[in-house]
């Protein structure tokens, strides 16, 4: 029988969105591994293994990071995912990404080749197959951003396969996400704090409080360039959309200065956002604030005519 010993077959796609998302993420970590769940669908026909990405689950609250570690934060995943089950119930754990653009390894490390026999071979694994996908350099201001590969286990197989980025098709469909997450939002830790430069600023810490309760969508991070904390993440505003935020402190400010900024593009704001450019607050929370109830405004207004 020839085909038991052929080489298995993978077609793999890719929401475009959800390897946007992956992105985002990196950006996020640019010091410290980070890494989530891919989620989706597949068929398994005779070795050929159609695997299409439709989703991504973030790492979690209480995930861990080093340079070279990271654990997901397992119960955040298992309620994100059980929130898109309830919509989608043909959706699987494809299996994870995870970033080593951070320690500049190439492949995978013997740890993480381990971790996923295992992972393949353990009994209450939901599929004969694992894909493990590895961002491995970040593009300077490339596109795309960083540059991934693709690998799949099997269970009962000791060989890896890599499928080569140009046998994976990146596709326009809409990514799965779980609806209800962000209004039921529970108390969470706080998100890790970005390493300390300079003297103490109170401010940041009440940031992180704030933000931890009111905003867990905004993540505390550490610009390379300046060494200034910022905050980065989703806005929910009044008209249903969406808008990307960044509130920054002012590294040459002593006075501990913050400005904010948006991806919103509704022309409906953009007077609002010249404004902005000029504009300064007392804290991230006090800017973010400020920010949302003006958009809201506007697009209140808007919308009326
Ligand atoms: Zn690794």
Redesign the pocket.
């Known amino acids: 029988m020839l085909f038991r010993s052929k080489k298995p077959v993978f077609s793999i796609s890719i929401a475009r969105g959800a390897l946007e998302a992956v992105f985002d993420e990196c950006d996020r970590y640019d010091v410290d591994?980070t890494g989530g769940r891919l989620l989706g669908t597949y068929r398994h026909d005779q070795g050929r293994y159609d695997i299409e990405v439709k989703g991504v689950l973030e790492p979690g609250p209480n995930a861990q990071r080093t340079s070279t570690y990271f654990l997901q934060d397992g119960d955040h995943q298992e309620k994100l995912f059980r929130a898109i089950e309830a919509s989608h119930p043909e959706i699987e754990h494809l299996g994870n990404w995870?970033t080593?653009h951070v320690n500049g390894?190439p492949t995978?490390?013997g740890?993480?080749k381990q971790t996923y026999f295992k992972t393949v071979n353990h009994e209450n694994h939901n599929t004969d197959f694992f894909y493990a996908l590895?961002v491995v350099t970040k593009n300077g201001g490339g596109n795309p951003r960083y540059a991934v590969k693709h690998f799949i286990f099997r269970r009962g197989d000791d060989t890896i396969y890599e499928v080569l980025a140009k046998d994976v098709r990146l596709v326009d469909t809409p990514v799965l996400r779980p609806r209800a997450m962000a209004e039921n939002a529970e108390p969470r830790d706080p998100p890790p704090q970005p390493a300390q430069t300079g003297a103490a600023n109170p401010q940041r810490a009440k940031d992180q409080e704030f933000f931890a309760e009111f905003y867990p969508g905004l993540k505390a991070l550490l610009s390379k360039d300046s060494g200034a904390p910022y905050w980065k993440g989703p806005l929910q505003l009044v008209d249903g959309s969406r808008a990307e935020v960044v509130a920054i402190e002012d590294p040459d400010d002593k006075a501990r200065s913050y400005s904010i900024a948006t991806s919103c593009k509704n022309p409906v704001i953009a007077d609002i956002l010249t404004q902005y450019r000029a504009r300064k607050f007392r804290s991230a929370r006090h800017a973010v604030l400020q920010l949302e109830r003006d958009l809201n405004q506007a697009l209140y207004r808007g919308k009326k005519g």
């Open positions: 591994e995870h080593h390894y995978l490390s740890g993480d590895l």
